[in-house]
């Protein structure tokens, strides 16, 4: 038995025939760029977050480099985050001049919103939360210390699109919700892709200007912008995919209940599911002791895994110069060291995860 980590093969078998018909009705008309597609797409991932406005853009990075600038982000300023992330969270941060400031994670790899007030400083401008894997930190302590401090909540919600907290969606919790629509996400493109979700108004303007060059209109450019649009085939071919998020997610879900159901050992620290979250799980990640060994044996067993992610942001050689000491992030480190990811996606049967699980528990006795 093979088991892919992502199937985007078979996604693509199964819509090729829609999603052909429906490049080609794009491609066959003058506007490739914007257009009716890309407002659809907008009005209904307003909707689906359940706020005011939504911008399509061209990746979930772009969409945290706009959100900070329209945050007013400045040179020197501070960016409270967590260091087990993907690199672009930090990486926008460091690229608009700020300074990352990260906070230790819990065993559930969400910030320790307990240490978050000792990072606070004169100079902390903002609270980038990591959704990871489609999980929401808690946001009821978090939001208390925002509102304390007057410190606005940047949503990096890449991963967690149909994502709750107490049934308010991810990208409606902070001032803005950023969101990739990558291949592997829950919600994906035929390539990079991403947009932003805000229910104010000045950010949605600032954002949307930025995305395109800084136009107010055709011919008036308000500030220097960038290239950031979300083109029109992906918007279109997006629009399709929502009709199938919810079923996907619910797939994933039910996936993971199986892993829970059927990983019998003891050795394996799985998450429990917190009842103020809805979980979309865009990953299903264990912890567990020799996890490279346990990678190894999966692969040989026609089982293939993932790490996310393997070597944390703050003791990569990209960050040396911020000069963050080894050991101030002791849950971030540790976990690094355990964590493994298990195929969860939409197109695995029951009979697989049997298989998976029946393997982790041989593995571990």
Same mark, same amino acid.
């Given at each position: 038995?093979?088991?892919?980590?992502?199937n985007l093969n078979k996604q693509w078998n199964t819509e090729k025939k829609s999603l052909l018909k429906i490049i080609d009705q794009v491609a066959s008309k003058n506007l490739w760029v914007g257009g009716g597609?890309?407002?659809k797409f907008e009005k209904k991932i307003s909707k689906i977050c359940k706020t005011k406005y939504a911008v399509a853009l061209n990746s979930g990075t772009d969409a945290l480099t706009l959100g900070l600038f329209s945050l007013v982000i400045k040179r020197g300023d501070e960016v409270i985050t967590t260091s087990n992330s993907f690199i672009a969270s930090t990486a926008t941060i460091v690229h608009i001049g700020a300074v990352p400031v990260f906070v230790d994670v819990l065993d559930n790899?969400?910030?320790d919103h307990t240490k978050i007030e000792d990072k606070i400083t004169k100079k902390t401008k903002a609270i980038m939360l990591v959704h990871l894997g489609g999980r929401i930190a808690n946001i009821d302590y978090i939001k208390k210390i925002s509102k304390k401090y007057k410190i606005p909540i940047i949503e990096d919600a890449a991963q967690s699109i149909g994502s709750k907290y107490r049934n308010k969606p991810a990208g409606s919790i902070g001032e803005i919700g950023c969101f990739s629509a990558h291949p592997l996400k829950n919600l994906n493109a035929l390539g990079d892709s991403g947009y932003v979700t805000t229910n104010n108004e000045i950010i949605?303007?600032?954002?949307?200007?930025?995305?395109?060059?800084?136009h107010k209109n055709r011919d008036i450019v308000e500030r220097f912008g960038h290239v950031s649009r979300m083109d029109t085939i992906q918007a279109a071919i997006l629009n399709y995919r929502l009709?199938?998020?919810?079923?996907?997610?619910?797939?994933?879900? %039910?996936?993971? $209940?199986?892993?829970? &159901?059927? @990983?019998? *050992?003891?050795?394996v620290f799985i998450t429990t599911e917190d009842s103020n979250v809805y979980n979309t799980y865009h990953t299903f990640v264990i912890q567990?002791?020799?996890?490279?060994?346990l990678k190894k044996f999966l692969?040989?067993?026609?089982?293939?895994?993932?790490?996310h992610y393997p070597i944390p942001i703050h003791l990569q050689p990209a960050t040396k110069k911020l000069k963050i000491k080894t050991?101030?992030? %002791?849950?971030? $480190?540790?976990?690094? &060291?355990? @964590?493994? *990811?298990?195929?969860?996606?939409?197109?695995?049967?029951?009979?697989?995860i049997k298989y998976i699980s029946k393997m982790i528990n041989i593995f571990y006795g």
């Open positions: 038995m093979k088991i892919p980590y992502v597609e890309v407002q790899q969400l910030i949605y303007k600032t954002v949307k200007s930025l995305s395109n060059h800084g009709k199938n998020l919810n079923k996907n997610i619910l797939k994933r879900r %039910k996936n993971a $209940e199986l892993y829970r &159901k059927y @990983i019998k *050992t003891k050795k567990v002791d020799r996890r490279d060994q692969y040989k067993k026609g089982i293939f895994t993932s790490i050991g101030n992030l %002791k849950m971030t $480190e540790i976990q690094s &060291k355990k @964590i493994i *990811t298990l195929p969860v996606n939409q197109f695995l049967s029951e009979k697989e």
